[in-house]
């Protein structure tokens, strides 16, 4: 198994692994990692960024891992052909992910009552339900991670390229940095994988004690990421990033 497909799927499967398996260990009880607080949370997903990318381009992927990205790059390059396969790939990667998640923290689900915690370990929640202004600020949020993520790439930052294998980690710390500022209004989905295929596993699975899995949010961090991905294509063709 080896190529771009698969890549999307190994690499999207490694991001939401750690994602929300970090969640997971500071808020499911008697986990060691439990109360750990948004600090632990929002560097756990910049480390889980970057061990997504090394994974996918291990295996000869692209490392997209986020449908809103991928439909940035296909409106960046005219090439649409991309984007079904990879997100269905990003799509199954996520929910295997929620799958492995319930299965590592097995023990802890039947000890956490809060039903409310044990969503939040697969897919975002607004801090104050609005819908949209919940929208307006996961489409906002997702420009500001293409513009920037897509700046990584760009000659006014390194002429020549950068050093081969430095970009990961400065995507990993452009998610990190996009947490711990911009993370409190909606838990930022800014990916429409990252929050749908959890969301579906945690729907299908039996998790001891769980409630629903609060489908009537569910478009906002699908939808408003994807329209803040083609924007923020938009912004990088008109500013010259790409």
């Excluded at 649409?80 to 295997?96: E, K, N, T």
Aim: hydrophobic share 55%.
């Amino acid at each position: 198994m080896h190529g771009p497909v698969f890549g999307e799927f190994l690499g999207t499967l490694i991001l939401i692994l750690l994602g929300d398996g970090v969640v997971a260990n500071v808020l499911l009880k008697k986990s060691k990692g439990e109360n750990g607080g948004w600090i632990v949370i929002a560097t756990g997903w910049g480390l889980a960024v970057l061990c997504g990318i090394i994974a996918s381009l291990g295996v000869g992927g692209v490392a997209h891992l986020n449908p809103a990205v991928t439909i940035a790059v296909a409106m960046g390059s005219g090439s649409y052909d991309i984007v079904v396969p990879y997100i269905l790939a990003q799509m199954a990667g996520a929910f295997c992910a929620g799958v492995l998640v319930w299965l590592i923290y097995l023990p802890h689900w039947a000890e956490t009552p809060d039903q409310g915690a044990k969503l939040a370990i697969f897919c975002t929640g607004p801090a104050i339900r609005n819908i949209a202004s919940n929208a307006l600020t996961e489409f906002l949020v997702t420009i500001v991670l293409v513009v920037v993520g897509f700046s990584i790439g760009s000659k006014g930052l390194a002429a020549n390229g950068l050093t081969a294998g430095f970009g990961p980690y400065l995507w990993g710390m452009l998610v990190w940095a996009i947490g711990l500022s911009l993370g409190g209004p909606t838990g930022y989905a800014i990916n429409p994988a990252r929050d749908l295929g959890p969301r579906i596993a945690h729907a299908v699975l039996p998790i001891a004690g769980k409630g629903g899995s609060d489908w009537g949010y569910a478009l906002v961090p699908v939808l408003a990421p994807a329209l803040g991905g083609a924007v923020g294509a938009v912004i990088c063709r008109i500013t010259g990033i790409v």
